[in-house]
T-cell receptor, first 109, second 111 residues
Framework: GIQVEQSPPDLILQEGANSTLRCNFS?????LQWFHQNPWGQLINLFY???GTKQNGRLSATTVATERYSLLYISSSQTTDSGVYFC???????????FGQGTTLQVKP | DTGVSQDPRHKITKRGQNVTFRCDPI?????LYWYRQTLGQGPEFLTY????????KSRLLSDRFSAERPKGSFSTLEIQRTEQGDSAMYLC?????????FGPGTRLTVL
């Protein structure tokens, strides 16, 4: 089955710093989503981005489908950005999302 | 516009008991999904429905697990004869197109 790898697994930043999270996937996909999981376990939708570039405030994402990777950029990080960031892909039109192992981000004041 | 809701939010049960969880999707979303997440891992797909039809089931969904969506609206996930290994967060999601939206989850602890 498709493999989804996220890097780095852990990231510690000072408030105000920028960061880039990466998601590599091993096959073509129908759907790619980025989520932020808060301390209570809720998955918050950040981007639906099977290809191209999108921006939402301090966050932006780029997916290069032909090269099978996606990047999530966080600028001017805040302590509220802390948590786990997941990339998830849907191979074909299967309906199922396959999640990576996540990147745990800690932003220190 | 309300999001996906799940009930209960937490469930503690003894090994061998049956438990049932409920998921109410976003209104007019025709697809509904169940995932399971254990500590330190990403969510894993269990099953999904399009309207009332169950279209795919993961091999993770053993014969002790059953999911229904009888009228194409809310869904239930039942686990019979719970085992300690069933302890996890059970997440429900819904969609109208390809983008899935998740509920807050039900955290199950089996003692």
């Amino acid at each position: 089955g498709i493999q989804v790898e996220q890097s780095p697994p852990d990231l510690i930043l000072q408030e105000g710093a920028n960061s880039t999270l990466r998601c590599n996937f091993s096959d073509s996909v129908n759907n790619l989503q980025w989520f932020h999981q808060n301390p209570w376990g809720q998955l918050i939708n950040l981007f639906y981005i099977p290809s191209g570039t999108k921006q939402n405030g301090r966050l932006s994402a780029t997916t290069v489908a032909t090269e099978r990777y996606s990047l999530l950029y966080i600028s001017s990080s805040q302590t509220t950005d802390s948590g786990v960031y997941f990339c998830a892909v849907e191979p074909g039109n299967t309906g199922k999302l396959i999640f990576g192992q996540g990147t745990t981000l800690q932003v220190k004041p | 516009d309300t999001g996906v809701s799940q009930d209960p939010r937490h469930k503690i049960t003894k090994r061998g008991q049956n438990v049932t969880f409920r998921c109410d999707p976003i209104s007019e979303h025709n697809r509904l999904y169940w995932y399971r997440q254990t500590l330190g891992q990403g969510p894993e797909f269990l099953t999904y429905f399009q309207n009332e039809a169950q279209l795919e089931k993961s091999r993770l969904l053993s014969d002790r697990f059953s999911a229904e969506r009888p009228k194409g609206s809310f869904s239930t996930l039942e686990i019979q004869r719970t085992e300690q290994g069933d302890s996890a967060m059970y997440l429900c999601a819904s969609s109208f197109g390809p983008e899935q939206f998740f509920g807050p989850g039900t955290r199950l602890t089996v003692l």
